[in-house]
Nanobody, 122 residues
Framework: QVQLAESGGGSVQAGGSLKLSCAVS????????MGWFRQAPGKEREGIAG????????FYHDAVKGRFSISLNDAKETLTLQMNRLKVEDTATYYC???????????????WGQGTQVTVSS
């Protein structure tokens, strides 16, 4: 069983930056991908960034490509999302996730973190 714990959310003005972290722990088994999802008020949860667990190759939703960067430390214990040039529409609860396949689809998520709030003001 994998445990995920996010930290680093907060409030920032548009154009600013925030860094989210996710501590990964628990019994290791074959992990394919880790990722970040978000859910804005009144909207469905969506995947925004993922990374291959073994090769460290990232992939992104078009909405964040070029602004956000996902990474996994060498010990594979901390997943990070660096968010730059934030927009008001990035306001959401952000969730760390462990996925059984490398795609930003909700159906592939095996484990969710508890979520952390990001608020971007104009």
């Amino acid at each position: 069983q994998v445990q995920l714990a996010e930290s680093g959310g907060g409030s920032v003005q548009a154009g600013g930056s925030l860094k989210l972290s996710c501590a990964v722990s628990g019994t290791p088994y074959t992990r394919r991908c880790m990722g970040w999802f978000r859910q804005a008020p009144g909207k469905e949860r969506e995947g925004i960034a993922g990374i291959y667990f073994d090769k460290g190759i990232p992939f992104y939703h078009d909405a964040v490509k070029g602004r956000f960067s996902i990474s996994l430390n060498d010990a594979k214990e901390t997943l990070t999302l660096q968010m730059n040039r934030l927009k008001v529409e990035d306001t959401a609860t952000y969730y760390c996730a462990e996925m059984r396949a490398c795609a930003l689809n909700l159906e592939y998520v095996r484990t969710w973190g508890q979520g952390t709030q990001v608020t971007v003001s104009s």
